[in-house]
């Protein structure tokens, strides 16, 4: 009679990709960044705008649309991102270092800030920011 071996491993449940099969893979378990660690998606979007806006300057990339291309986004989710950079050079500074809350919902996104950008004058727009941030403090 054959003797039973036992293996020890560590091993995590992965997909290969959206919607394909799963799959087990021998490995650590990946590990998530602590909550009030992570950066907000807003700071991470303004990241990219600047990214983007120096990548184009720079001559790496011709236009937008070879960006989405590469980015596999729409060419509209690209404007969109870039946009940002219409903002006032303080507020730009907010989005970028402001931190995540202890707890809940991050209530201030693209969504709240975009209409910002189609202001012209920067002095509007610091006082539309302020309302805006005033809202998300409170709430």
């Not at 054959?2 to 490995?27: D, E, K, N, V």
């Not at 910002?116 to 005033?134: A, I, M, N």
């Amino acid at each position: 009679m054959a003797t039973p071996y036992t293996i020890a491993c560590t091993m995590h449940l992965s997909r290969a990709g959206r919607g394909g099969p799963s799959a087990l893979r021998a490995g650590p378990k990946t590990t998530c960044m602590p909550w009030s660690d992570r950066v907000p998606r807003l700071a991470r979007l303004m990241a990219l705008a600047l990214r983007f806006d120096k990548l184009l300057h720079d001559g790496v990339f011709k236009n937008s649309l070879t960006l989405a291309r590469l980015g596999h986004v729409s060419q509209a989710r690209i404007s969109q991102i870039l946009s940002l950079l219409q903002l006032a050079p303080d507020i730009q500074e907010a989005i970028l270092f402001r931190s995540r809350p202890e707890h809940g919902r991050v209530r201030l996104d693209m969504r709240k800030v975009l209409p910002l950008t189609k202001v012209v004058d920067w002095g509007q727009q610091r006082r539309l920011w302020r309302k805006l941030s005033e809202v998300r403090e409170r709430a």
